[in-house]
């Protein structure tokens, strides 16, 4: 969950400099100005100026056209080559240049510098001689890595001006969600609106700016909303692979996948839904790691290649090496693991990477003392006490009778679970390190010297 506030006011008209007229910049830039805002366009491309300036839209996008023109007709649509005349005032300006690839697979900030550059001239001429100028609000709408915006963006305009962010200028971020052939109704209907800044000012601007969407603008830390967009247009090209895999694979028996997807998009409790899109530990149990493999064995069977699938299991397998490297760091060898099921509020072993933690560090040779609230060795049975018993065969000289049990003399605790008894354990008896692979602990382990998570 973002860790977030909203704005939501009723807003007035801002004068707007919107830097790049392709793609992004022109349905920007038209929507805005179809709801009253003065924007300004600015490209260093003269024909596309040319033609936003004439009315006529320099890219091909449904009821885009029509935008242009009555903006344009109306004069709250502007477009022009120099940045110093759409900044002159103005409030925001929006940076929505490309930020196509480099040859080594990185982000080239080159477009996003230059108009950085343009936005720093403009800035150092003050209205009026010792007068200062007023404040402006610098929002990255391109897309680009973390730390952007405050690693590079911010110095660079620190640099230009000779002052420091939050007297004349404030930077933010705010991701574009526009699908190319959808883009005007999907500006005007986004899933959400996200404003990365640490300025009450500019946030306050951007509300204004924005205050005819539907839905309150949603106020995040910087980074996260330059995430937010990687984060989205990953899962959106996984989703796009993942369907296709499994096509291939479902033709070779005659099954027509578009119908499996239907079915499939229909369950919004468990497919289509926050559900298991929660950072923490490794998948386990005994139903998604036996039906992935059964999946990959059919494609190896039928001679289909399955490389987003098999690279689950291996992205699996990392998740817990990486928290067995975390525990291998330390000096401390007394080891406390809270949970062991793959799942809290189960006894079910099967296939639970909390039994795989505990199996390599015991053979490690970490001293190693285990609680789990709801197992109970002379309770398993059948292949929940096969499994078990190959993997860790002295179970019970592992368990404690209580987390404060397990907990003593730990140095590190790896907690699987949040049960109510490990989280006062956590507080009553703290070791010196925590790993909390929940992230369900609460604020009060979290405030815990040596708390770490797994992704947060």
């Not at 793609?23 to 366009?41: F, K, M, N, Q």
């Not at 109970?376 to 006490?385: E, K, T």
């Amino acid at each position: 969950m973002l860790s977030c506030f909203l704005h939501q006011r009723a807003g007035g008209f801002v004068k707007v400099a919107v830097f790049g007229l392709g793609y992004v910049g022109t349905v920007t830039s038209a929507c805005l100005a179809s709801r009253g805002h003065d924007v300004w366009g600015i490209d260093v491309d003269g024909t596309k100026v040319d033609m936003v300036a004439a009315g006529k839209s320099p890219v091909v996008e449904p009821g885009l056209g029509e935008l242009v023109a009555h903006a344009a007709a109306r004069g709250s649509l502007h477009a022009t080559t120099s940045a110093r005349e759409a900044m002159e005032g103005a409030a925001v300006s929006l940076v929505c240049v490309g930020t196509p690839s480099s040859p080594t697979g990185g982000t080239d900030l080159g477009f996003v510098l230059r108009a950085v550059d343009d936005i720093g001239d403009a800035l150092r001429r003050a209205p009026s001689a010792g007068a200062s100028p007023p404040f402006h609000s610098v929002v990255v709408r391109s897309t680009v890595p973390p730390g952007t915006v405050q690693g590079v963006v911010a110095p660079a305009l620190e640099d230009k001006l000779g002052v420091e962010e939050g007297f004349v200028f404030g930077t933010a971020m705010c991701p574009e969600f526009l699908r190319e052939g959808s883009g005007v109704a999907d500006f005007f209907d986004p899933p959400f609106t996200v404003v990365g800044t640490r300025h009450t000012r500019l946030a306050d601007t951007l509300v204004e700016l924005f205050h005819f969407l539907p839905d309150p603008v949603r106020i995040v830390g910087t980074s996260s909303a330059e995430a937010l967009k990687y984060a989205c247009n990953a899962f959106h090209a996984n989703k796009v692979a993942f369907t296709n895999e499994l096509a291939r694979l479902f033709r070779v028996f005659g099954i027509d996948s578009r119908e499996v997807m239907e079915l499939f998009c229909q369950d919004e409790h468990l497919n289509i839904s926050s559900t298991y899109l929660r950072p923490g530990f490794a998948f386990g149990g005994p139903c998604l790691p036996k039906d992935l493999r059964s999946l990959l064995h059919l494609g190896r069977m039928h001679s289909v290649d399955m490389p987003l699938l098999s690279g689950i299991i291996s992205s699996n397998d990392r998740v817990v090496s990486d928290v067995i490297d975390r525990v291998a760091t330390e000096e401390g060898r007394n080891v406390a693991l809270l949970g062991l099921s793959f799942k809290a509020s189960s006894d079910d072993l099967r296939e639970s990477p909390n039994v795989e933690v505990a199996e390599t560090l015991v053979g490690k040779g970490f001293t190693v003392r285990i609680y789990d609230p709801v197992v109970n060795p002379s309770h398993l049975v059948g292949a929940n006490l096969q499994f078990i018993e190959s993997k860790l065969p002295h179970l019970r000289r592992f368990l404690a009778d209580s987390a404060t049990e397990a907990l003593a003399d730990a140095d590190v605790a790896i907690a699987f679970s949040s049960d109510p008894a490990i989280v006062d354990g956590l507080l009553t008896t703290p070791p010196r390190r925590i790993l909390d692979l929940s992230g369900r602990l609460g604020a009060s382990v979290e405030a815990l010297a040596g708390y770490e998570g797994m992704g947060w």
